[in-house]
Every structure is written in C-alpha cells, then in structure tokens.
C-alpha cells in the first residue's frame, strides 16, 4: 500500500525531475498533478515538454492536470513551485491540514518553518503532528551542498566562519532558463539573490528551534556565485575557519564516518554517505553526474591554509540533492515516523 | 626604422599569439622564428598548426623555423618555450648578451629576474644594461589579472591577504591541451601547479629589489584554481583584506584612476585604462574577449565583506595581458628608453 | 557628406549586428531607432539588452528610441523586425516613398520583391527608381551562403538540383533564442520553416525578372537544417548536380575568378572575393569567425561523387553575409547608383 | 556458470565502455585483462584513466594487466585495440583457437571476416565452427547506425543508393581524442577515414556471402562526415532511393515491426526495438542519450523527397551500438548458439 502524493508545479524542471524521481517508488504513488492555470484541464502528457532523457510513465502522461486552486486529496504535497506563485498557495495548503514539503524559497526564512536536511536536521519532523498541516521546506541547491559538506565538520570543530564561491549548472535556473547566447563558452558571475539565499540559510540549518523559532548559529556566511556551462552538478569552492583544531586527517575521517542514523540509513532515497571525499587530485568534477542521480555531496583538494582553516571542493547534484531528491528523503522519514 | 625580434617556440599557442599582436606593429619586426627539432629547417607555414582565427602574414609563413641551439641575430628575444626547454636555452641567450623576454615560469622566482607588468614594476627595466644581455618574465597568467587589479589598492591601501579562486580558460593549457572530454560541459578544480605560481609570483611583484635580489611584499595569498570550458579569459573571484581603511567609492576611484605614468601610456600596446571597472550587475564575463584582444582588466560585482575586507571579480585575458601582450608591452617600454 | 540612415528593429540581435556594423561606417550615418512599443521613449542605452562584445558608440546609446508607429525622417530604412511585425510597417514604410532594405522574411517571395545578393543579381537595384518607395530584402541566412557558393558554378555549368544539410548556429535564433538546456553538448535536428525558405528562395534568387514578377530558376533544391551549439557560423554539407560538364579544376577556378564586377569591388562592404575554397582538409570550420566579421562564404573538402554530381561544404557568417552585412552591401550599391 | 572472457585494448576509451556494460553481465565474466606494455604489470585500476562516470567494479580494478603478446585463457575474446596494433593481434589469436569480436577496423574489409550487426547478419555466426578460431567485427560506429535504420527498407524496398551527412560525437575519436580548442563551440567537416569506411562497409553488411568470400551489395553509398561538440550520440542525416515504390506509412510500419528473431529476442544487450521512430518535430536527439546507453536507432523527420527516395535523420549511440554494445550482442548471440 503506497502512500498518495500530490505534485505543484508538475510541468517545470524540477517538477520533471520529481516525477523521474517518483518513478517506481517505493513508497509513494503519484496521484494528483498541478500546475499554472495554462495547463490545467489538460492531460499532463499534452501540457508538458519533457527534458529529461527518459520520458515519464505513460499513466503519468495520462493525469489531468489541476489548477493550483483546488486542493488535492493526498495529504503529502510535494511542491516544485515557481516563487512566482509558492507563497499563498502553499500557505493555503498546509492551513488546509497538508504535509507540504516545498522546494520553493518563499517561507525558508519564515521563522517558524524549518529548512530540512534530513541527516542534519530531520528530528525536527518529530515536532509536526500526524493531523495537522505543516510546511518543510529545502534548502537553496547550493546551500544542501554546502550544509551537508561542512555539516560533520562543523559538529566536530564547531564551524566559525565560511566563505564559498560557486559555478553552478545552468540546469538550476530552470526551464528555459539562461540562454544559449549567454552562457555558451562563458562565465555569468551573478546570480539574482543567490548570494543572500545561502548566507541566510546555512546559519539557520545549523541553528536551534525552541520549539517556536529558529535561532541560527553564530557563523558569519559569505558567497560569490557563479553561472558555468555545465548542465547538472554545482561546484563549490569552500573556505571554512573553525574554533577548534583539526587535522586534515580528521576532517576526512569525520566525512567518512558520517552517516545518517538508523533507521534513516535505510530509506529508498538515503545515500549511504552523504559525503564522499575523493581523493584524486581533479576531483569532484561535474562529470561525475553525467549519468547518475546522487544524494551524495563530493568532496575533494582539502587543504589547511592555517592551523583553523581548510579549503576543499564540494559537489552536489542541484535537481537531485539540491531539490527533488531531498524533499523525497524528508517525505520518506515522514512516512516513516507515521506522520503521512 | 623598426627594432628587429626573434621569437623563440614561434609553433606553439602562445607564440602564435605572438605573431597575430606582431603583425604590423610600429615598433618590432620579427625577423627570426625559433622552434624544437621538429620544426626546424622547414618554412613556419610548414611547420605551424594554425590554430587562431586570422592566418599570419604570407611573409611570416614564408620564414625558416631555426633550432633553439642556435643565436639569433636580433638582440630582442621573445620566448614563448615550454617551461620543458625554456630555462637553459634563456640563460645561454642572456649570457650572449640578448634581452629576452619570456613567458616560460621557469626563471620567475630566481632571485635576481624580474617579473614585470609594466605598469606595476616596468621601472625595473631603468635597471637594465643596454650593452648587456637579461632576462625579463611575464607572470603566469592568472597572477597578471590579479596583480593589477590590486596594484592601484595595493598602492592606497596596504593589501594585507587575498584569496583567490580562478575560473580559467582552456587556451591556458596551450594546443593540444585539454581533451575535450575532460571539458566540454564540465570544470575541473585543479590546475597543476598553477595555484603555488600565484602565491608565489603576487608578492614578488609587489616586492622591493635591492638591485641585487627582491623581497617579497608581505602579503599572504591563496589560490584555488578551476578550469572553465571558456576560449578566452580567466576570471578571478577575489577577496582582499587592506591594512588601511577604505571605502567603495575611493576603491572605484583609484581603479579609474590608475594609468600607466607618461610617456609609457602611448606605448601602442598600452591600454588607456590597465583596470577597467564594469558596474553592471553580471559583469565581467569572458564573452566581452570574443570579438577582442584587451590589455586591460575588467573588474566588477565589488562588495564590502568587513571594514577591511572586499570581494569582486576580476577578468584577464590570458593569452593578452596574460602572456604575449604583457611582453610586447615590457619590450616597447624597453625600445623607449633606449634598451633596444 | 554621409547619408542618413533609419533602423527598424534596433534593440534585437540583428538590430546589433547592424549597428556594430555601421559604427563608423564611411556612407551611411545612423540617425534614428525605431523599436516595439516596450522600448519607444527610451534611450537606445536604455531600451537595449547589449549582446555583442564591443559596446556600441555613446552617441547611439543617447539616441531617442521610437515606436515603429511613427515615419522615419531617412530615405534609407534598414529593418531588423522580426517577422511578427515586419509585414505591414515595411509596406507602409514603401508606400510613404523609402527604400527599406530588409532582413525580415515577410516579403521575400512577394512577386514583385527582389531577395538579392548584390554579387549576383544587384543589377536588380537600376529598376529601382529613385523618387520611390521600394523594398528589397535579405535572403534567409543558410541561402546567402548556398547561393553565394553556388552562383559561380551555376553560371558556368548549369546548376540542375541541390540537397544541403546545414548546421546552424544559434546566433541565428536572436536573443534570447535557444535555451541552454535544448543546444549545449546537442544537436537538434530541426529548424521550423527554414528547409522551406532555403527551399524556395534559392531559385528565385537564380531566376528571372520581367519587370513585374520573378520566375524562378529551374531548379529542384532540398534541405535538411540542424541547430549546433556554435555561437556564429552555419556550416552547409552542399551536394550538387549540374546539366554541363565540369572538373573539380575549373570548379576551383571560377570560385576563384568570381569577384564583384567593378565597381561594386570598392564598395565598403565588398569582399575581395566572395567566395574563398579553403584547400585544407578539415575547412571550413566556424571557428574562422571567432575573432572576425566575414562577408566571404569560405567552401572546402569538394569532392566529384559521378561526372554530373559534386559534394563540398560552405560556411557562411549567419549575421554577416546572412543578415546585416548583406543588406549594408546592398544599399552601398544603391548608394553609388544615385539611390539615395 | 558464467562464460569467461578477455578484454584487449581494456584502458581506452571503448575497452572502459566494454567494461561498464560487463559490469553484472548475467553471462558474461571479464576475467582478463590486455593493454600496451606501457601498462602491462600494473593493476587495472593503476593503469587506467577512468573515463567514465561511475568507477569499474573494485574486482576488476585488481585485475592485472597483461600485455598483448601473452595468450588468454579465455576462447572469449573482446578487442578495443586501437587500429595501429589491432591487425596481427587479432590475427595471431585466431589461429590461436580463439572467438575474437573486435572494435577495429583492421580486418573489416578482409574477404572472409563479416562485419556483423546481430538484427541484420547475426545467422553468419552458424557458419562458425565452436572448435576452432574466428575473427567477427563491428561496423564502424556511424555505419551501425545507418545500416540499423536502414535494413527494414532495404529488406522491403531493396535499397539502390544513399547519401548520409554525419554530426558525429567527439567520443568516437576515443581519448584523448579532440582538442577542446579545436571542437567547443565548433565543427570540424572533416573526420579521417570515416567516410570511406562507411561507404565500403554499408554494401558488405547488405550483401551475401558464399561460404568464402563477401558480395556487396549493389548499392551505392557516400558520406560526408563532420565532428561536432557533442559527447555521445552521432545523428545521420539520411537520403536513401529505392528500387521499390514505398509510402511513408510502410516506412513507419517497416521499422515498427523489426525486431530481432526468436530466439535472440532475448539475449540481455538485445533491444526490444532495434529502430525506434520519433514522430516529434525535433527528434532525435543525442540528448536522448545524456543519462542511459541505447542499443536502439532513434529515426525522424521522414520525408518523401520523391516517388522514390526519402530523407530522414537517425540517432546512434557512438560507443554503445556503434562499439561494445553491439560487441556484447554478438557475443552474447554466439553464447546461445554454443559458440562458447
């Protein structure tokens, strides 16, 4: 017996790569699709152009896709929303008594809403009742590959200050995203807001919740972002200072031992490390995703550049880790702590 | 009148890029080419593998291609050598009296050579002899966008550390140089020994000379270095610290302000602006080098992180103001004052 | 004593082209922008979303932008419009006396409307009378290069049918064109309405006029057009059969021997030769357009398939020879015949 | 019981597809491993450079590496030789005693050796004695594709001549193959060898063979090659006459209804449809392969051109069915019928 899901934003990029994603699940069924009025009344097999490489299920070519007004059946509510229009929809849905587990930016920073990674964070799920609504949200692509790379280090050296500089897929501003004209042969070093999202959202990952808001950790955060031409896979330039010392040898040792606890480990979408350094001189690379979804964040060139900071490379699959995969991961512990 | 030049490894990219900026020039004539025993005995056109876009001259593809074991006539020499063959072949030549100029790393870091842009330090070459042979280097690449785009805040403001993380070019790595199945819709975040040239080489620049050896300035820099799949143009996410108090708008001002001193600023390769600062929100972006060669450095996206630290980015066209431009430069401002 | 020119279309990507190409231009002088409603009122500065590298002139920058409503004080009216627009302004524009030289398709196969290529059929232009409104238009960019290259061949043998297989670049598309995620490391293997157009306009362009209308050449032309992920330059596989016998000799030769009759030769825009046969095994590639504008169509690797049959590939510069280029040449040409 | 087999060739480019698609080949076990003396004595994972996403087994990173000159245990033998060392190899292990499938192109065109495509000449292999040695090869990979798609209508309306224009992957030139300076954002109309080989091997593959030696087939084929910045999936631009009249409704019915005969259906490499038509206006496209190996042809864009010839555009995957795939497939064929 799988559990019923519903999808917002069916027809978009990362509402694709939900749907691949869901593709023989476990777990979960999906039922219901929504999406922009433009598609609605449709079957989603006319209202989508699909992007991925291998097409959807025919019985999922085969479902009306609903307007983002009416409310689905299914309790558990995935949404892949454009910011555009997440805000008061989702607002309406969990007010409505939904689990909407969302990969819009619109209330991360809500001070009672909480940015999940499940290995981080994912107790959190015990604060949400079995009958009422709630929202979860996930956290900005780059930010899941950053929080998860540091995460370890941080419980281990208590993380003081980070600085990142990205080169982040195209594949991550969506469909049709950037232009052809503009990133072929080149580098676009900015990206709208970017910078702000994952300044905010790490210190509030690794805060505190009272039970009623969210303190965030005292690190000073700062990013420099940057569009290349890769299709799937963001790269990050870590700098990390920390108010204990380390040695590179621990630091690779914390990577390998960190592990979601049981009985997390064991979920359908759980990795069995979430961080996986790579000790070749050229890793991690993009490349890497050429043919394979990954859960993983890649580490790799860990250096110490004095006795409390370490540079190092991270990468992290952004449709995958840093969208649809993770709100999978934190719907399968739902499911798992009865809360759907 | 114009000053004869011999070029030496004239095959390779950068000596090409040599060739294309020589073509016409008002000063220079390069009258001798110098390649490896492969090379050697048949005309240029025979042994060259074009790979830029306008093709050189007839008279320049008519000209033999001399073995580096012998000397050339022309007292000026450029050496566009792989750093396998570069450092006994440019010593044997200064020891035969010829000022040669060199992109090779091999001699950067000896004590006693410089490693000049000549609108930082071009006033090491007063030092010269004009009845003695020496040798002068270029900067790597990437240290060449860096060092001036700090030199005029350097000069203000005392640079105390600076980060750097490269996004650089694959025409960096010459021909044949990356496969293009490392590359193509990839980035690798290793450049071997490239990060070690840039920590070493900034300071050296910046440094004092003793008329006997120099002494680097006191300043700590790191490097992480990434390879783009991009043509042309390294771009530089830099991150500084300065000793004095500074402000956003004095820091655009001295970028704006900064000239090469008269009478070196009507050099025919003499930008009029060696840093030029782009408000725009997404820029600089290696696309502005696709229809141009640029002496100049683009700088961009300045922000304040603290009260003695800023972030921007930093554009350079490496094989330009990277390599053979940097040392057409060195050699005009040596024809000026009588060195040639 | 320059002549004043108009241009419809300013703020689009073929709108650029012209304006980086009139920059300096010894004719003509740009004196009035017309664009969609979105941009009239501002400056050109404002209204424009700059996609070339070189910026254009601060004087164009400050220019007014109209709407397209409004007549242009200019005899001589260039229009960029895309096609959804382009139809009834130009009849207008016509109707009110100017002589619009287009690069919208709209009228390409009206009876009475030339598509010209001044090397082959300028002469079209001494029908056009100079107190009138007249209307001549640009070939689709793939037909500039075929016909160009074909021209000479058809002149001296009889061209009987042609089957080219193009690969296009996105250039050709206009901004924003082509998403990222549909063209990089891909190709697509359809152009919607481009067979039809090259299909079409390739005899009209070969045939007859009578004064009143066109007769098209008799000749069987088949296309086959793909988009690659190349910034600028469509690359033609050209396979050809001819009624007259010929040797891969003399099809050099008149490549060779086709010039612009003088004297057209001097016009500004004219190149030396049209049509340059590049005898390097692996050219024409669009990598000779990295660096420069072309208004040559390069051919290369011709080969004999049976005595009446040929096969070669031709590269042409989609938004030089194949949008702005061509209709600058074509009103220097009507320039010099007291035109304008 | 698993049937063992040796890998020649096994550090290059297609010896590392063999191995991903052997990886838990249900009967086939890798169990030897040969490579160029330069890596003969090392382990599998010291000599290689992996190419590929996800790394080979750990057991076959212990595999030493042999050099060629030593005999295999195993009557199986898969060569990925490269051409400059496939020919005596291959021969000395036929006479030998050993079954070698090869990748090169070395023997392809010898009078007694097939060239074989399972679907298409799999039956060939009954003429194989399971005692003694043979020698069975791939079609060059852009000629896997075009015979695939093509054999259903030549079975149906006997095939007299094609024209293919080929957009073809910069895998297939192995690594490290292509320069990045020389393909990104670029097309090379020129790849050596390649059409020559397709030419002569679409014929043999059509035609018959008595017992001793090969008949072509009376059909006449050319093609024009180009490389393009793609990493796998070389697209055909196809334009085939036959002899027969035909509708393109027989021609879609044709290539739906191919299908590998019982028993060879299910062979594990065998695809359930060797050609699979897209009627999508853009399709196929080599983005169809960026996240799985196909054995399949992908075709659309059907066009009547005439009564008697049609053009359309044909999709393979370069390493896949154009190389060790199609390998697997022969092998796997030879297993069922006790070859092994």
Redo the contacts between chains.
């Keep these: 017996m799988k559990i019923d899901a519903a999808l917002l934003g069916a027809t978009g990029?990362v509402g694709q790569k939900f749907i691949q994603l869901l593709r023989g699940h476990p777990l979960f069924r999906l039922t219901e699709l929504f999406a922009s009025e433009r598609s609605a009344g449709k079957s989603y097999g006319e209202a989508v152009t699909w992007?991925?490489?291998?097409p959807p299920d025919p019985a999922i070519e085969a479902l009306p896709v609903f307007s983002c007004d009416q409310e689905p059946r299914a309790r558990l509510v995935f949404s892949a929303l454009d910011a555009s229009a997440a805000g008061p929809i989702e607002s309406r849905l969990v007010s409505l008594g939904h689990l909407v587990i969302s990969n819009a930016r619109n209330h991360r920073m809500d001070s009672d809403v909480p940015i999940m990674i499940p290995e981080i964070n994912g107790s959190l799920l015990n604060k949400v009742s079995p009958n009422k609504g709630a929202l979860i949200t996930n956290p900005n692509c780059s930010t899941a590959g950053l929080a998860l790379s540091l995460f370890p280090l941080h419980r281990a050296f208590i993380l003081q200050s980070v600085?990142t500089?990205t080169?982040q897929a195209?594949?991550g501003a969506g469909?049709?995203?950037?232009?052809?004209?503009?990133?072929?042969?080149?580098?676009?070093?900015?990206i709208?807001g970017e910078e702000e999202k994952i300044e905010q959202e790490l210190p509030k990952i690794f805060g505190r919740y009272n039970g009623k808001s969210f303190r965030p950790a005292p690190i000073s955060v700062?990013a420099?972002c940057?569009r290349?031409?890769?299709?799937e896979g963001h790269?990050l330039?870590v700098?990390a200072s920390f108010e204990k010392p380390f040695t590179l040898e621990k630091i690779r040792e914390e990577w390998a031992l960190f592990r979601s606890e049981a009985p997390y480990l064991t979920l359908p979408s759980s990795p069995g490390s979430p961080v996986i350094y790579i000790p070749t001189?050229?890793?991690?690379?993009?490349?890497?995703?050429?043919?394979?979804n990954s859960m993983s964040v890649y580490t790799?060139?860990l250096k110490a550049?004095s006795e409390k900071e370490i540079?190092f490379?991270a990468l992290v699959h952004n449709t995958v880790r840093g969208a649809a995969g993770n709100a999978l991961l934190i719907a399968e512990r739902a499911a798992l702590i009865g809360l759907l």
């Design positions: 990029a992007k991925l490489s291998a600085h500089v080169m195209f594949s469909y049709p995203g950037l232009s052809a004209w503009d990133i072929v042969g080149n580098v676009i070093p900015f709208d700062t420099s940057n290349v031409p890769v299709r790269l330039d700098r001189a050229d890793m991690p690379q993009p490349s890497l995703f050429h043919e394979k790799g060139r550049l540079c490379k």
